[in-house]
Each structure stands twice: as C-alpha cells, then as structure tokens.
C-alpha cells in the first residue's frame, strides 16, 4: 500500500532564511512524487514532479525538492523564503508501475514565514 | 495544464438537503477525480469518473451518498445527497495525465452544512 508522511504539521521560517518541509513516502512500485501547494480559500497547485532523472528536482516559484531513495524521502527546498510561501504544502506519491494507480496525499504541512 | 471551473465556490447548507457540484474542463480529459478535503486534513479520493462509464469509489464513499455524473469528456458533476454538518468540507475536482500522475485541481467548493 502507498502511504505518505509529512512529520511536521508546521514550519515556522524568517523571511530570507532557507525553508525545508519534509516528506517521506512508501510505494510498493516505482514512485512518482509530487508537491502542492494551497493557499487559503484556494485550490491546490502544482509546484513540481519526479518521475525519473535527476535525483534534484525544480519547480515553480523557486522551490526544488531532492529525492533521495535510500532514505525514502522527497523534501521540498528553497534557498530564501519569502512571506508569500506562507501556505499549506501537500506532498504526495503514486505507484509509476500502476498506470490506475490513484494520487495519495500527505497530511499537509503550514508553512509560516515572517518578515 | 487544464483549466477547471467549479460551481458553487461555496454555499451554506441545511441539513437534509442535497447539493451539485458541477466541474468544467477546458479541454478533453478521459478521467476527472472528485477529493474532499475536511477542515485541516489532507485530501481524500472519493471517486474516478470516465465518461461513458459508471463512477468508481473509493472505500468508504457510496453512490447513493455522491452520485456523480460525466456525461461528456470535459463535464461532471458530484452530488452531495442528504447532507450533515459532517459533510462539511471542501470538494475538489480534478485531472491529470494517466502517464505522468499529476494533477491539476479546481478551486474547490467550500461546503458549510448547518
């Protein structure tokens, strides 16, 4: 079974400073991971994918996220935060070899950042 | 990416009563999902909608609760029948590509059930 785990319910940051959220995940298979973000009263967006490739991964609005299969984990990144990353961050894996195989999500994490 | 329209953005709700979700795509897609994310958690799948087919549903949702319909490649929509205030949440449609498993999400439809 797939599962997702987000450790840190929330993420406090100053505004310039370096940002990790982190996430760990299991899937039977090859995993597909992905993060989202959601600010409020939104919907979610798409902030970046790993299929394959390069374990480093970029994505919108400056963010980046490594996979590291060894430790499971597929952390999001940023080198400065800025205020308005404030926002709810979802990570989340399918199973690549089940073609059916639905979107599992993590519990979210608030990221916080203050001026 | 698609573009998702979803209708009502939000609404307030009596007990009892039953709601349509509707979710426009600006493209065709062969599979729509419908999620619900309850007050501070994550998101749940309800369901899978093909167009031409019946819904398929998660463990725990039944269709007598959540009809859905997909009568075309770019439309469904998602009834909530027969609501209580636990059926409070966020109701999310969604698409994505079979190949690569992102999604793409509307903006939600922020259900208040008194």
């Known amino acids: 079974a797939q599962s997702v785990a987000q450790p840190e319910d929330q993420v406090n940051v100053a505004e310039g400073n370096p940002l990790t959220v982190k996430c760990t995940y299991s899937v039977s298979g090859n995993p597909y991971l992905f993060w989202y973000v959601q600010y409020p009263n939104r919907g979610l967006q798409f902030l970046l994918k790993y299929i394959t490739g390069d374990n480093l991964v970029k994505g919108s609005y400056g963010f980046e996220a490594e996979f590291n299969k060894s430790q499971t984990s597929f952390h999001l990144k940023k080198p400065s935060a800025l205020v308005s990353d404030s926002a709810l961050y979802f990570c989340a894996v399918r199973d690549g070899y089940n073609q059916g195989g639905k979107l599992i999500f993590g519990q979210g994490t608030e990221l916080s950042v203050k001026p | 990416s698609a573009v998702i329209s979803q209708k009502p953005s939000r609404d307030i709700c009596q007990r009892g009563t039953s709601l349509t979700i509707q979710c426009q795509v600006d493209s065709q897609v062969t599979m729509m999902f419908w999620y619900r994310q309850q007050p501070g958690q994550s998101l749940t799948l309800i369901a899978t909608?093909?167009?031409?087919?019946?819904?398929?549903?998660e463990s725990g949702f039944v269709i007598d609760k959540f009809p859905i319909s997909r009568p075309n490649l770019t439309f469904s929509t998602l009834t909530v029948s027969n609501m209580s205030p636990e059926d409070s949440s966020i109701y999310l449609c969604s698409v994505g590509g079979l190949n690569t498993g992102e999604l793409f999400f509307g903006e939600g439809s922020r259900l208040t059930v008194l």
């Open positions: 909608a093909n167009q031409g087919s019946e819904a398929t549903y």
